[in-house]
T-cell receptor, first 113, second 115 residues
Framework: GQQVMQIPQYQHVQEGEDFTTYCNSSTTLSNIQWYKQRPGGHPVFLIQLVKSGEVKKQKRLTFQFGEAKKNSSLHITATQTTDVGTYFCAGHRSSGSARQLTFGSGTQLTVLP | GAGVSQSPSNKVTEKGKDVELRCDPISGHTALYWYRQSLGQGLEFLIYFQGNSAPDKSGLPSDRFSAERTGGSVSTLTIQRTQQEDSAVYLC?????????????FGDGTRLSIL
């Protein structure tokens, strides 16, 4: 079945440093979504990427979708303590049922003040 | 309501008992999903409902797990003869439709602890 791998599993950064999490799928994706889960909270949708090579920005967050639509990344510039949480990518397969999102294992970000 | 509502928020029960978890999706959302999240882990897909179509049960880990959705709205996830490995947070999500470009909106989850 489809697998979505995400690295690193954990990342500790000093406030102000940059952070990147990477997502790789074993199969081509029709789109990829990113979610953020604060400690003790539930996943909250951040963004969706659909096109090959697409890049989207939300303030300090930059999201990329690979040319082959099998990988993606989230980059945070100058992290703040409010960025703390676990970031998940989630992909829909290109073929077969597109109903099921496959989530990566997440990257837990800690920002030290 | 404004968001996805799940109840109970916490459930502690003894091994072997049955439990029922409830999810009330966002009004108007036709797609409903159940996930399981173990401590520090990602989200494991369990089951998906879309309108009146047959549910996608491909993620249910065993026949002790079942779910239904009545009237296309509220859903209940039932776990029979609970085991300790069933301990996890059970998350429900809904989306406007089953189109793959729709974001999923999650509830706060039910934290299930099996003693």
């Amino acid at each position: 079945g489809q697998q979505v791998m995400q690295i690193p599993q954990y990342q500790h950064v000093q406030e102000g440093e940059d952070f990147t999490t990477y997502c790789n799928s074993s199969t081509t994706l029709s789109n990829i979504q990113w979610y953020k889960q604060r400690p003790g909270g539930h996943p909250v949708f951040l963004i969706q990427l659909v096109k090959s090579g697409e890049v989207k920005k939300q303030k300090r967050l930059t999201f990329q979708f690979g040319e082959a639509k099998k990988n993606s990344s989230l980059h945070i510039t100058a992290t703040q303590t409010t960025d703390v949480g676990t970031y998940f990518c989630a992909g829909h397969r290109s073929s077969g049922s597109a109903r099921q999102l496959t989530f990566g294992s997440g990257t837990q970000l800690t920002v030290l003040p | 309501g404004a968001g996805v509502s799940q109840s109970p928020s916490n459930k502690v029960t003894e091994k072997g008992k049955d439990v029922e978890l409830r999810c009330d999706p966002i009004s108007g959302h036709t797609a409903l999903y159940w996930y399981r999240q173990s401590l520090g882990q990602g989200l494991e897909f369990l089951i998906y409902f879309q309108g009146n179509s047959a549910p996608d049960k491909s993620g249910l880990p065993s026949d002790r797990f079942s779910a239904e959705r009545t009237g296309g709205s509220v859903s209940t996830l039932t776990i029979q003869r609970t085991q300790q490995e069933d301990s996890a947070v059970y998350l429900c999500a809904s989306s406007l439709s089953s189109d793959s470009n729709q974001p999923q909106h999650f509830g706060d989850g039910t934290r299930l602890s099996i003693l």
